[in-house]
């Protein structure tokens, strides 16, 4: 298979978060702010237009525009109980051509046996199925399970000489996961029930 190399877009101009445009250059092959940059959140209005325009480096120069999406709003934690639905619910979005995509990890820190990842309407619902439900807990679960839901929105290709490019504008939301019988601790016997200590995985056991 072909090899994939990083590459950048030369100088970027960015427009539409915060009151004045953004130049950023690239240092090894990333972006990130310039220093003493503090924008406010969220950067910008849902619906808002957020225009990237790069010189191309060693490329043609490009030009990107993308919607600026809302703050996802969801309640701070769910619960998952086997042979029952997730009902994950949030406020749905405004603006036109977003999608919402959902990652359900609920075994991390170095026990990683399994997830679930959707991509769906950002309707403001999603009925996760009992047996999807029940084949990830059956495999496990460590401490401070969680559910990120992510709002985003893609740019069209862009105009000019690169054509491969898009711009994705996106928002997070990292939710807590309750589970029945789960006491998730950093490190700590004191978090957990008396006669259990606390796993490596980040629960009491």
């Known amino acids: 298979s072909a090899s994939m190399t990083a590459q950048t877009a030369g100088t970027v101009k ?6 004045s445009e953004l130049s950023l250059t690239p240092r090894a092959n990333n972006y990130q702010l310039p220093a003493g940059t503090d924008l406010a959140y969220p950067p910008c209005s849902a619906g808002a237009k957020i225009e990237l325009a790069a010189d191309g480096g060693g490329h043609g120069a490009f030009v990107l525009e993308a919607e600026c999406v809302a703050p996802i709003e969801t309640p701070a934690s769910v619960m998952i109980t086997k042979g029952q639905a997730l009902a994950l619910r949030w406020t749905a979005g405004t603006t036109s051509d977003t999608r919402l995509h959902v990652l359900l990890d609920i075994s ?36 401070f399970p969680t559910v990120v839901l992510t709002r985003a929105n893609e740019s069209k290709p862009a105009t000019g000489g690169s054509v491969n490019v898009l711009l994705n504008v996106s928002a997070p939301f990292r939710a807590a996961v309750e589970i029945p019988g789960l006491t998730s601790c950093a490190a700590d016997d004191s978090q957990c029930p008396a006669g259990q200590i606390c796993l490596p995985d980040l629960k009491c056991g």
Do not use: R
């Open 108 to 143: 991390q820190h170095g026990t990683s046996k399994g997830k679930i990842e959707c991509d769906t309407d950002d309707d403001g619902s999603l009925d996760i199925a009992p047996k999807l439900v029940d084949v990830l807990l059956n495999l496990g679960f460590s401490g």
């Open 14 to 19: 960015l427009k539409g978060l915060g009151s």
